[in-house]
């Protein structure tokens, strides 16, 4: 069995940074990172970009060395993808936040409302119905994130986590100042109004978990594979007729339920801003899907049946 | 920030000479926008010019130039759509935030609190911004047309060095200027309880606004420092090769 040499130059600068000889030629770009990692220590393996080309794409840690178009000493340029952190933890900490957070508007913990309301309720029924519905939509989160995703990419950039903290952070502590405040206003249609909303946010929130379970099972453990999702048995699932990205669908749905529920201006914002980061997700894998495969089903949309 | 913040859009794509994916009729287009415009902005100069000449002070200059001002000024959007369109290589959102905060600046603040439309610090501004226009859209005309006089080229990418502190302290001192106003009447602003469950202090926001003066001021006055070097740098090679 003939070795592989392997020579690792950096993308910007073209220096040789590692040289491995004796390279099995079944081994996979992700063992290569393993040994570059051995003589750079601080570059461990989640933040090696390799490629064939410096401007090129990364390869990926399933690709076998051999299967490459490279001859038996084979060049690969390196970038630095920066500190990385796990999926995972990102996760858990951005909606761990909204989580505490809410709860500590909803329970008046002194220096955010007027001393005399400290630790008082709100006499409004539909606040404690709020409260209920917003920790139940991040615990689901915090568990589905726990043992139902699969994920594709084990991390992300670090600088991820400041930002994605803020926007959930920031966006529950808006919106909980709000519906738990002493002055706080309760839907204009009363109770109609808010059963509706909440018939709305169950609906979609159990629509919401079909979807994540059933993207989960097209995915056996550890694997990474790609497939079409279909409708299962679960009618909640049947959505996927019309549209890619259900999940986003049932998301959309759950806020707008909220935002009727509480009658608050800050939830309508925050639906919103939601609404068009998740449609930018929903068009990108709705396009990968279109490229991925050619039977892709011609009748589905990204994230609004027919409409968007 | 606004003064010489219009002048990155271009600057931050090496102000290349755009004729790229747009028709003849586009170009025509763009030319004859920057041409109205630098023409607007030069009869507010000399509007200025005239009515100090004639009051003899630079008080109040304000209102002999607060029509042009505003219908120039707020013209300026335009821009957000030729970068939509694609007719102009800037990005949406640069452009967008650019030009919106001159926007604001005109009728949120300088509009809205009457109060503070006879200070000197609205002056420094329309001054500021009024010279940084002729400049930037003369530039872009001549660049349009292939033929850009070195001069306006040099103009654009040195004047910014006086008229960006100048504009930014102007902008700054006029909202702090309209600060005791909108406070006393709540103007702009949003009380509970209300049906919408909403609140908005105008005040605190203004304050928020002066405060990311503090981050973005110095990012955009080094990105043009930079973009001098490279549009511009080739004088010192000229010395060098003496």
Redesign the interface.
């Known amino acids: 069995m003939k070795h592989y040499e392997v020579e690792i130059l950096d993308a910007k600068t073209k220096d040789k940074l590692c040289f491995l000889d004796k390279v099995e030629p079944n081994a996979t770009i992700g063992e290569i990172k393993s040994m570059f990692h051995k003589s750079h220590p601080q570059w461990y393996p989640a933040r090696q970009s390799i490629r064939l080309d410096p401007k090129g794409k990364s390869l990926k840690d399933e690709d076998v060395l051999q299967h490459l178009p490279v001859g038996t000493t084979a060049t690969f340029y390196f970038r630095d993808l920066g500190a990385q952190i796990s999926w995972v933890t990102v996760f858990l900490t951005e909606y761990t936040g909204p989580l505490v957070i809410y709860l500590m508007f909803y329970f008046r913990v002194p220096f955010i409302y007027a001393p005399k309301y400290d630790f008082t309720t709100s006499k409004h029924w539909v606040v404690h119905l709020a409260c209920m519905c917003h920790s139940f939509h991040y615990m689901k989160r915090l568990l589905e994130t726990l043992f139902v995703h699969r994920f594709s990419h084990g991390t992300m950039p670090l600088r991820n986590i400041f930002k994605n903290c803020t926007y959930y952070w920031g966006f529950a502590a808006w919106m909980a100042y709000y519906i738990n405040h002493p002055l706080y206003t309760p839907p204009i249609y009363g109770e109609q109004q808010i059963r509706l909303a909440l018939i709305i946010f169950l609906f979609c929130q159990i629509g919401n978990f079909s979807i994540h379970i059933a993207l989960r099972n097209l995915r056996p453990p550890g694997s990474k594979t790609r497939k079409i999702p279909y409708p299962t048995k679960n009618p909640f699932t049947w959505i996927f007729l019309l549209v890619s990205c259900p999940n986003y669908t049932y998301e959309l749905g759950s806020w707008l339920g909220f935002t009727v529920m509480t009658q608050c201006l800050p939830v309508a914002f925050f639906t919103m801003v939601g609404f068009i980061q998740m449609t930018v997700w929903a068009k990108g894998k709705h396009r990968s899907y279109l490229k991925e495969f050619r039977d892709y089903p011609p009748l589905r949309s990204p994230i609004l049946p027919f409409v968007l | 920030m606004s003064a010489a913040a219009a002048g990155t859009s271009k600057a931050a794509h090496g102000d290349v000479a755009p004729k790229k994916r747009r028709g003849p009729g586009a170009l025509a287009y763009l030319v004859i926008y920057n041409v109205v415009m630098t023409a607007g902005w030069l009869v507010i100069a000399v509007g200025l010019v005239r009515a100090y000449l004639a009051r003899g002070s630079y008080h109040g200059l304000y209102y002999s130039i607060e029509k042009p001002l505003k219908f120039f000024q707020t013209g300026a959007m335009l821009e957000i759509l030729h970068c939509a369109v694609g007719i102009v290589p800037s990005s949406v959102v640069l452009t967008g935030f650019q030009v919106m905060s001159r926007v604001f600046l005109t009728w949120a603040v300088t509009h809205s609190v009457r109060e503070v439309q006879s200070e000197d610090s609205v002056l420094l501004f329309v001054t500021a911004w009024t010279v940084t226009e002729i400049i930037r859209y003369s530039f872009y005309t001549f660049s349009l047309l292939n033929h850009l006089p070195f001069l306006i080229k040099w103009a654009r990418y040195t004047f910014f060095f006086v008229l960006y502190p100048m504009g930014v302290t102007g902008e700054l001192l006029t909202i702090y200027a309209a600060l005791p106003y909108v406070q006393k009447t709540g103007l702009y602003s949003v009380t ?8 908005f202090d105008y005040h605190s926001f203004l304050i928020l606004v002066m405060i990311s003066y503090i981050p973005l001021f110095p990012q955009l006055y080094f990105h043009m420092i930079r973009q001098r070097k490279k549009v511009l740098g080739h004088i010192e090679d000229y010395s060098k090769v003496e």
């Open positions: 509970l309880p209300n049906k919408y469950n909403f609140s």
